[in-house]
């Protein structure tokens, strides 16, 4: 099936900087999600987009829905310790209804 | 809270056993999900619920069992599981399976095969 490509599949920054990361995929997405996940726990929907070239902004996070539909961006700004975990993209290609998930991008947060 | 409750948090169960888990939505959606993640891969979706009824089983095998008695509960039927089965299973819901719609999960099942 569909697979999103996440990078990085790892981030090491020290608290205060910004973070990017991003998801591409061969084919046109509907819907982009992006969600968090703190260990042990499940993920948690951050932002949701839409529609092509759709910037949300969800306190210091922005995401990005890329104006191909093929692609979508995570900011983070001015990182903080609790920011730690996984993110994970998701979408819905226009041609299915299965939530595809990205590999996850593994975040941490140095003090 | 997230609206999404599993039950338990944590399963050790042997490979003759037989166990059940349960996941219960409170947000009034039609859909429900049962998903795998094991360490470093991605998320794998194994069954897909719409009005109680199954629309998706992603070759999964028997031994997984879903069930599906209304559009708020959710069970995972364990029977027989091997030890490479071990990994944190996860119940998503959503309003329904529109392109547009968005997943919300529960805290997941940590279960491991001894």
């Known amino acids: 099936g569909q697979q999103l490509n996440q990078s990085p599949q790892s981030m090491f920054i020290q608290e205060g900087e910004d973070v990017s990361m991003n998801c591409t995929s061969s084919?046109?997405?509907?819907?982009w999600l992006w969600y968090k996940q703190d260990p042990g726990e499940g993920p948690v929907l951050l932002i949701a987009?839409?529609?092509?070239?759709e910037l949300t902004s969800n306190g210091r996070l922005t995401a990005q829905f890329g104006i191909t539909r093929k692609d979508s961006f995570l900011n983070i700004s001015a990182s903080i310790p609790s920011d730690v975990g996984i993110y994970f993209c998701?979408?819905?290609?226009?041609?299915?209804?299965?939530?595809?998930f990205g590999e996850g991008t593994q975040l941490t947060v140095n003090p | 809270e997230t609206g999404v409750t599993q039950t338990p948090r944590h399963l050790v169960m042997g490979m003759t056993n037989k166990k059940s888990l349960k996941c219960e939505q409170h947000?009034?959606?039609?859909?429900m999900y049962w998903y795998k993640q094991s360490a470093k891969k991605p998320l794998e979706l194994m069954f897909v619920?719409?009005?109680?009824?199954?629309?998706e089983n992603n070759s999964v095998p028997s031994r997984f069992s879903p069930e599906c008695p209304n559009s708020s509960h959710l069970f995972l039927h364990l029977h027989t599981l091997q030890p490479e089965d071990s990994a944190l299973y996860l119940c998503?819901?959503?309003?329904?399976?529109?392109?547009?719609?968005?997943?919300?999960f529960g805290q997941g099942t940590r279960l491991t095969v001894v």
């Open positions: 947000l009034g959606h039609n859909a």
């Open positions: 084919s046109i997405f509907n819907t």
């Open positions: 998701a979408g819905f290609e226009t041609s299915g209804s299965r939530l595809t």
């Open positions: 987009l839409y529609k092509a070239g």
């Open positions: 619920y719409n009005f109680k009824e199954q629309t």
């Open positions: 998503a819901s959503s309003q329904g399976l529109r392109r547009d719609t968005e997943a919300f």
